[in-house]
């Protein structure tokens, strides 16, 4: 059974770090791009990150380039997101994703809320 387990959400400050993670499980991880989607409150999805498998090609959305870093441990089965620099536009539900034999395969996410 695929498993995708985020974590490492919460509250911060503006201006502040977070570190998200997410443990795979269910599938070959390392075959995978992966990638990292958020969900902000009354809005749709907005794809935040991608990574391919090798963990050398990374692409980042508009928004989030020079203050968000996507890594993969494939030794651990994990995903990992660096979120630098947060603003309170960044508040949202983080989502990892692996897109499987034509299917989308998603975590429970981890809900992100920058505020003062």
């Known amino acids: 059974e695929v498993q995708l387990v985020e974590s490492g959400g919460g509250l911060v400050q503006p201006g502040g770090s977070l570190t998200l993670s997410c443990a795979a499980s269910g599938f070959t991880f390392s075959s995978y791009i992966m990638r990292w989607v958020r969900q902000a409150p009354g809005k749709g999805f907005e794809w935040v990150s991608s990574?391919?498998?090798?963990?050398?090609?990374?692409r980042y959305a508009d928004s989030v380039k020079g203050r968000f870093t996507i890594s993969r441990d494939n030794k651990k089965n994990t995903l990992y997101l660096q979120m630098n620099t947060l603003k309170p536009e960044d508040t949202a539900v983080y989502y990892c994703a692996a897109d499987l034999n034509g299917k989308r395969y998603w975590g429970q996410g981890t809900q992100v809320t920058v505020s003062s």
């Open positions: 990574i391919n498998q090798r963990n050398d090609q990374t």
